[in-house]
């Protein structure tokens, strides 16, 4: 069984950041579903890589299928990981329910870190991100804090009916967000 732990929250919250910090210091796999569907956009030989561009600039969610079989992969490669941060994943009911089919029966799934962070600060962290991403513009950033508001903020709330949720304010530096977060991996590894 793989141990998994979800990274979610707005653009812009914080969750690579944190995640990079946790795989150094912690080790767990960071595992980014934009990072890797990046690189399959990017992969040549992909059938996907124009519809994944156009759901990246589109601040939509590209299909399960595709993403949760980009993740698996990773995590087989992967297998000797303590654990896994499955960060930006699953983002709304598609995402969700196509985990549950694909892994479901191969994960344990540890707890959901939902890095909570303003949609303003959000938003201007993602414009001075400075990475050239092709969906940090303010057309595109809008289109996402829509989604992130319909379609992913839902699925934190599935998350927390289960008691699952355990949720960190993202809007302070770096250093003081990434402590209250090492105390949330502690308690639940003690368990
Ligand atoms: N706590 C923080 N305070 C200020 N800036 C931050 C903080 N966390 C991350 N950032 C910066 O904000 C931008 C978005 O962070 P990132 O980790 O990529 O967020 P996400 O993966 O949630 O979109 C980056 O430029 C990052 O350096
Ligand atoms: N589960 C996911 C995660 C990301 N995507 C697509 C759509 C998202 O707007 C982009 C970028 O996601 P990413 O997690 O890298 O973005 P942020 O780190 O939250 O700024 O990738 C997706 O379709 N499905
Ligand atoms: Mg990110």
């Not at 990072?35 to 992969?43: N, P, S, T």
């Not at 980009?70 to 896994?84: H, P, T, Y």
């Not at 191969?106 to 959901?112: A, G, I, P």
């Not at 989604?147 to 949720?167: A, C, D, W």
Request: proline share 4%.
């Amino acid at each position: 069984m793989y141990k998994v732990v979800f990274v979610l929250g707005p653009p812009g919250s914080g969750k690579g950041t944190i995640c990079a910090q946790i795989q150094e210091n912690l080790g767990y796999v960071h595992l980014s579903a934009g990072d890797l569907l990046r690189a399959e956009r990017e992969r040549e030989g992909s059938q996907f890589g124009a519809l994944i561009e156009n759901h990246i600039r589109n601040g939509s969610i590209v299909p399960v299928e595709i993403t949760c079989s980009l993740l698996e992969i990773a995590m087989i490669a992967r297998e000797d990981a303590n654990g896994f941060l499955i960060d930006g994943f699953p983002r709304n009911e598609d995402n969700l329910a196509g985990w549950k089919r694909q892994m479901g029966e191969k994960v344990n799934e540890q707890f959901v870190l939902f890095l909570s962070c303003p949609v303003d600060v959000c938003i201007d962290r993602c414009l001075h991100r400075g990475q050239g991403r092709t969906d940090d513009n303010v057309d595109s950033l809008k289109k996402r804090v829509d989604t992130y508001n319909q379609s992913t903020f839902p699925i934190i709330e599935h998350f927390e009916k289960l008691g699952m949720v355990r949720e960190v304010n993202s809007e302070r530096p770096v250093n003081e967000v990434y402590a209250d977060v090492v105390k949330v991996f502690a308690a639940a590894n003690q368990q």
